[in-house]
Structure formats: C-alpha cells, structure tokens
C-alpha cells in the first residue's frame, strides 16, 4: 500500500513537473509578514501580506529545527520571552551554517552589529504595530528595502541549500548503505527522521497525523531506532507523504441546491469518501485515471448503469483503456490521535473493479412501482442511502447522529461493490429492525439491502431473489410475506388509512413466529373481509381468490413455528415485491369496481 502511495507521489510529481519543479530540498510555504530591513541590517518596517506562497528549506518535521530565513515570530524575533530561546537559538544556529553566503549579511547585521537598530527595535515594533495576536502567526520572511526579492527567495540562497541537503544525503549514504523496502534501491538513505505529516485525516489532529511513526522501543527491531526500522528512504517517505496528503484533499468546487432550491458551493472530493466523521476512504489508479464508476455508486443512473452492465457483461469492451493492465487501489482510514489507523486495502485490475461493480448493480436492482409512469421500474439504490436505511432515528423521524454504525455499514457497502464480497448477517438483522420500527417499512432500499445480502449469502443453489415478484417455487418465509401484503391490503380496503395498520403491530410477529402470528390475522382478516364483502364485493371475491391461491402454495396449515435469520429477510422480500406488484394492480381493480 505504501509502495503503491509512493508511485502516486511520483505520477503526480511527473504531471506536475510540466510548469514548476520542486527540488526535494525545498518546499513550497506559506509567508503572512515581510521584515524589511536596510543593507546593513537597520530595521525599517513590517509589511503583512495576504497569505501567499513562497519557496524555502523544506524541513520534514518542525520539532526541534528552523528554517532558513522563513520562520515563526518565536524564531526569527525570539517573540514570546524565555519560552521561545530555544526556538530563536535553533534559528540563528542556522543562519550560522550559511554565514558564508554574502546575501545573508545583511540579516546578520540586523542580529549581530546592528542589534540595537536590528532585532531589538524589530521585536519592540512587531508588539506595537502587528496587534492583532492573529497576525502575529504566520511565517516571517527578510527582504531588503530596496529590493524586489525576499532574501531566503535569492537563487543563490536556494542554490546552497540543495547543495548542502545533497551533500548530507551523500554523507547518510555512505554510512549506511541500506537498501529501501519500497523501491529497492540505496540512492536515497533510510534515516530516523519523521516521514512528514498526513493532513485532513478524519478524526485526526489539525496539524497532522503520521502514516509510519515508531513511538516505543517494544516496536522497534535489529537494534534500528525509530523510523529505521520502516526502511523507507527518504525520497519514498517524501513521496508517499506527498501522494496521501493529495488523496485526501484533491477535488473541486461545485454548485449545489439545497432543499429549498437555493444554490451554494460546496467542495466536492474527487478521490475520497467520507464514512460518518471519523472514517474516510481513498481510490485512486496507478495512471491517475478518473474513475467515473465511483460517482455511479453514489449517484446511480439508470443509463449509465444499463451501459456500464452492457459494456462488461457482452464481453465487448469498446474502451479499450479497461484492458490496459491499469490497477485500482483504495483503503479506508481513521484518526486515532496522531496516527492513522487503515482498516482495509484493496488492489485490483481495473477490468475486476468494474466487474465488481456491474455485479453490485445486479444485486442491488430492486423493481419499485412509480406513480408517474404507473408502472414497476428498476430502483438502483444510492450506496449511502442502503447504508442509512439502516441507522436509527429519533422521534421526529430525523436521523439519530448517536448511532454511530453508519460509517462501519458504509465501509462494508464500498468494499462489497468494489471486491464483490459478501456483506455480514448482523446487517441483515439491523435493516429489518429498521424495517419493523420505521413508518417507511420495507422501501426499496431497505429490499435492495436484502437483496444482496441474501443472494451473496446464498452459495448452494437456493433460493435467488430476482427484481420483481417471483412466479413459480418459493420458499415458505417468501410466501407468508405475500400473504401478510394480501391481508394488509385487504385491511386498507375495509378500513382505509390506519394509524397503526396490521403492518405496525404485526410485521416482527409474522415473521418471527409465522404459524401463530399468521393464525391470528386470519381471525382478524374475517371481520375486514366480512366488512368489505358488504361495501365492494367484487373487490372483496378477487382480493379473497388471491388470498387463497397463496395459502394453497404454503399449505397455511402447516407453517413453520419460527424462521430463520434467512427465513426473516425472505418473508420481507416476498411482502415488498407483493405489494408493488399490487400497487400496479390496484388501479385496474378499483376501475373495475367502480364500473
Ligand atoms: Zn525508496
């Protein structure tokens, strides 16, 4: 995984390096103040400028360093008293490293020689002028009054700070001679230093989290400290580091709507998903390719989806580019204080990730009846709607953000339509609880959810859910789910809109206890019947003659007891496709009555 993080940083380095390139010895940084001083060091003024960024030393980890000529208040001004000397002294150290450089010497004047009109006059004025405690933050840079370049900027500046990184890798080198695990070779050292920081990882520290960090002697080996022991050089931890910071935060702005149609941008992540708050998911190819099927998981269109399956499934790939032998790669993390913790890693061919996701279509397609067109049409469900059909919700019917398995159903879904794995049966039981304590009932997701869990549960030639209604051989859990619709409709038609319908008080029992549940619906179902035979006769005899045919199926006589943790997601299966398929027929039959 790391390796192929590391071949990213280097793909977009190359893609990058058409307009700017970077040494690695030098790092792209914010500056918020220019210091301007004179030639010989006197202090002239602060200038604060809008945020921008500057090239300097890049340094890979803040503790315990300074940068050249690019610091902190505490560093360059040694602000803050006592507390930041040692800031200060590491910043003068190292401006003491470059005091040959004759673009520096202004800067010592202004620290040596000129101390009184220099520093000290600077940190009296930086109290006074820049009082707002915010702006006294950011990164403070030199630049002398009557010239345009910031000093740390100087190319000759720059030209020595790469040569004496160049000559420190050499010298590592020497010493060492270690091969990387990442790319195999001994051109860049293994050094104990930190790899650099991983930005914007959910439930994270702002400042940063580390991918590979050894904090402890116990994880430590061979008698390496620290970092050793990962054997990464330093160009695979540069690029590595480079290459996740960019997955996690890469994407664009976009106009969205919300419910009340007002439109407002938003930022759009084009190689991540978020899981709840505290998980994330990053994709990515070796080439960088975009992947156009991942928006499909989220937002499915029937099109798309019809061509994806048609394209995959005929064996006729046109785009010739999901034959190149291209890689997908995708893992899910989380935040724990200042490491990450990765919960999974996927790498597969492109072909097998697109094939994944066609067989993640067909077995979530659920046929759902549309008022509009009056008719069944296939319902392909958004990924995280499936997710949140499962989660809890409070009174008001708004979603209870305690419960917090959202973002770890979500992480099974993506890894069952990327890897075509099955899903847990523990998901099974918390759709159907959803299912009997929410007023939405069995919705299409909620069917599509069982759906696929079932199906991909089902290896020994069982039982296959198909979009619709199905004819011929069922299993007896499928059929008592059609019966319960059957009564329930008949219910409706008797008594009209209930509060709490025989869907409400008798759904869990149905299908938890199916003999006596059923057994007391039927003494029920004879007063509605009773009523309806009175009101709508012929609506009464054909709801009846339905009725009948399935309990003929089942032999209502003899029902099971109980069913299965299976058994339940069947009798759910056959209650919603009986009742879109009834949804289609209701109209003709009320027609019909009425005439
Ligand atoms: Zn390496």
């Not at 195999?184 to 991983?198: L, R, T």
């Not at 305690?402 to 998901?427: E, I, Q």
């Not at 938890?512 to 309806?532: C, E, I, N, Q, V």
């Not at 089942?554 to 069947?570: A, H, R, S, Y």
């Amino acid at each position: 995984m790391i390796h192929e993080l590391s071949e990213l940083g280097k793909t977009l380095r190359r893609q990058k390096s058409n307009n700017e390139w970077i040494h690695d010895a030098l790092k792209s940084e914010p500056i918020s103040i220019e210091l301007v001083i004179t030639e010989d060091g006197v202090f002239q003024r602060f200038e604060l400028i809008e945020k921008k960024l500057t090239i300097a030393e890049a340094i890979t980890a803040k503790k315990g360093k300074a940068r050249l000529l690019l610091d902190k208040a505490e560093e360059v001004l040694c602000y803050g008293g006592e507390a930041s000397k040692t800031k200060h002294e590491l910043f003068l150290q190292k401006l003491d490293e470059y005091n040959n450089l004759r673009e520096l010497a202004p800067v010592i004047a202004f620290y040596k020689n000129n101390k009184a009109n220099g520093i000290e006059k600077a940190l009296k004025e930086f109290e006074i002028s820049i009082s707002d405690e915010k702006n006294r933050k950011g990164n403070i840079g030199f630049r002398i009054q009557t010239d345009g370049y910031r000093i740390h900027e100087k190319p000759g500046v720059l030209k020595e700070v790469i040569t004496k990184y160049e000559a420190l890798q050499e010298k590592l080198l020497a010493s060492k001679k270690r091969k990387c695990s990442l790319c195999g070779q001994s051109k860049y050292p293994v050094e104990d230093i930190p790899h650099g920081m991983i930005k914007k990882v959910p439930n994270g520290q702002s400042s940063g989290c580390a991918l590979v960090s050894y904090n402890e002697n116990a994880f430590e080996s061979y008698s390496l400290k620290g970092n050793d022991n990962s054997s990464i050089c330093t160009n695979c931890a540069k690029t590595y580091v480079e290459g996740l910071n960019w997955l996690l935060s890469i994407g664009n702005e976009i106009i969205i709507k919300n419910s009340k149609g007002k439109e407002k941008s938003a930022f759009r992540y084009t190689n991540r998903k978020n899981f709840g708050s505290d998980t994330a998911m990053v994709f990515w190819t070796r080439g960088n390719k975009e992947l156009p099927e991942i928006d499909y998981l989220e937002a499915p269109n029937p099109e798309d989806v019809a061509r994806l399956i048609e394209s995959v499934t005929s064996g006729t790939e046109k785009d010739s580019r999901y034959l190149e032998p291209e890689q997908f790669y995708s893992f899910t993390l989380s935040g724990s204080a200042a490491r990450i913790a990765i919960r999974d890693w996927i790498a597969t061919s492109l072909y097998d990730f697109r094939k994944s996701i066609v067989q993640w279509f067909k077995d979530i397609a659920i046929k759902e009846y549309d008022g509009d067109l009056k008719n069944l049409r296939t319902h392909y469900a958004h990924l995280y709607d499936l997710a949140r059909s499962c989660q809890r919700k409070n009174s008001d019917g708004s979603y209870d953000k305690d419960d917090v398995s959202l973002s770890r159903v979500a992480g099974y879904l993506w890894n069952a339509a990327l890897k075509n794995t099955t899903l847990p049966l523990w998901l099974l039981t918390k759709v159907l609880q959803r299912a009997r304590l929410d007023k939405y009932g069995v919705t299409a997701d909620r069917a599509a959810l069982i759906k696929i869990i079932l199906n991909r549960h089902n290896k020994g030639g069982g039982f296959v859910i198909t979009e619709k209604l199905e004819e011929g051989r069922k299993p007896v859990a499928y059929v008592c789910g059609q019966i319960f619709a059957k009564l329930e409709s008949v219910q409706y038609a008797a008594l009209g809109d209930l509060n709490a319908g025989i869907r409400e008080r008798y759904f869990t029992y149905a299908m938890t206890l199916p003999s006596a549940a059923l057994g007391r619906l039927f003494d029920l179902h004879s007063k509605h019947y009773t009523k309806l035979k009175n009101e709508k006769p012929g609506l009464a005899i054909t709801l009846d003659k339905e009725l009948q045919e399935l309990c003929k199926d089942v032999g209502i006589n003899n029902l099971p007891p109980t069913f299965t943790l299976e058994e339940k997601g069947q009798f759910a299966i056959g209650y919603y496709h009986q009742k879109q398929a009834q949804f289609k027929g209701a109209k003709s039959k009320e027609n019909k009555e009425e005439a």
